[in-house]
């Protein structure tokens, strides 16, 4: 199974419109919330060189912002 | 298969103008980028009939999960082109093409730029367009909003509960928008209101530390260190995939429509932020979605009877 992570704040929609298709899809992911969190956030910048929101790492591939697409096919859904 | 009605956008107009169009019994299909458009980073929305208080995301959520009850047909993808071919419209999104009697086009305003340097090369890594999105890792750090309408004054508000100093940087003398928001928005500490002034460019290394603006009074250049810009001066529509044959876009690049919502091509509407209104709300939006179907409805209707 491939390890995802979600970089988000709370309040940001798309993130949240990200984690609910991860869950429709019962893709199991790690949540980071880099508005409290200051390590995740250093580690989002340090993977991305940016700041923006939702940030999410599939096996290391980076997607910013909810690219569905692109989050359907690393995760090979149909 | 040529649809009734094709509706291009699934934010406000788009979805109230699906509705219509599900309960008049159309075979309609929904091409949209993504579900909500601008409304849905809207923040908290507080002038929505029946809505003392809510957040733009959960004001769509239950627009869609009205819409849901239709089981509407919805693609997802980037419209790329519309044309006129015999009596209907094909529309080319992806590597797919759609064809419909009639076409809605609601596909929303996207955040104007100030096109100044920096801009571009601080987006998300300090400038930003939506602070409920990108508010939060502001967190106790000063950041900058430029602009004095509603939208600008809504992110004093929210943001002043967040990070630790605003600059509200405000080209006009005085604040647009709301009087409600803009005398909650004086009554704010930590914010400081810098009138007359010119935002010029930003700057900083890997990520944004500031910005310099000219003072229209003096005409002197002055800076502001910052971490994070929130940028609220209006928005552009979004009408790139309309060529200009189609002759029904004014020189800001909004359609002009009529009372009705209809274009100068009779099979044609539009609604929401992307017509040629003067004032961008959701409520307005919801009211256009709803003009805009009954119209298309009623032209084929008439279509019909010929």
């Given amino acids: ?78 | 298969m040529i649809f009734d009605l094709i509706i291009i956008g699934a934010s406000a107009s788009g979805m109230s103008a699906a509705i219509y169009a599900a309960r008049a019994g159309l075979n309609f299909l929904v091409i949209t980028k993504d579900m909500g458009g601008n409304a849905i980073k809207a923040g908290l929305v507080e002038n929505y009939l029946g809505f003392p208080s809510i957040a733009g995301m959960d004001l769509i959520k239950t627009f869609q999960e009205h819409l849901e009850k239709y089981t509407p047909n919805v693609i997802f993808k980037e419209i790329e082109s519309i044309e006129q071919k015999n009596t209907h419209f094909l529309i080319k999104a992806g590597e797919q093409n759609f064809e419909a009697k009639t076409v809605i086009i609601a596909s929303g305003a996207d955040p104007e730029t100030l096109k100044i340097p920096g801009e571009k090369e601080f987006f998300n890594k300090g400038v930003s367009y939506c602070e409920t999105c990108d508010g939060p890792i502001f967190a106790g750090k000063d950041v900058a909003i430029i602009g004095g309408g509603n939208s600008a004054l809504k992110a004093v508000v929210a943001l002043s509960k967040i990070v630790s100093y605003i600059y509200l940087v405000v080209i006009e003398n005085e604040l647009q928008g709301e009087r409600v928001m803009i005398e909650k928005a004086k009554q704010i500490k930590n914010v400081k209101i810098i009138y007359q002034a010119k935002t010029t460019d930003f700057f900083g290394a890997n990520f944004l530390e500031g910005l310099h603006y000219q003072d229209l009074n003096t005409g002197a250049k002055k800076e502001i260190k910052i971490s994070g810009a929130f940028i609220y001066i209006g928005v552009k529509p979004n009408t790139k995939f309309i060529s200009a044959n189609l002759d029904i876009l004014n020189e800001k690049k909004e359609i002009i429509v009529d009372k009705s919502c209809q274009t100068k091509i009779p099979s044609l509407f539009a609604a929401g932020d992307v017509v040629d209104n003067q004032y961008r709300q959701i409520s307005i939006a919801v009211g256009e979605g709803a003009r805009a179907a009954l119209s298309a409805i009623n032209y084929l209707d008439n279509v019909r009877e010929q």
């Fill in chain 1, 1 to 78: 199974m491939k390890k995802v992570i979600v970089y988000s704040t709370p309040t940001c929609p798309y993130c949240v419109v990200a984690k609910n298709f991860l869950k429709e899809h019962s893709i199991e992911f790690e949540a980071k919330d880099v508005a409290i969190d200051e390590k995740a956030r250093e580690e989002m910048i340090k993977k991305t060189g940016q700041m923006g929101v939702p940030v999410i790492d599939i096996d290391g591939e980076i997607i910013i912002n909810f690219d569905e697409g692109r989050i359907r096919k690393l995760l090979d859904i149909k």
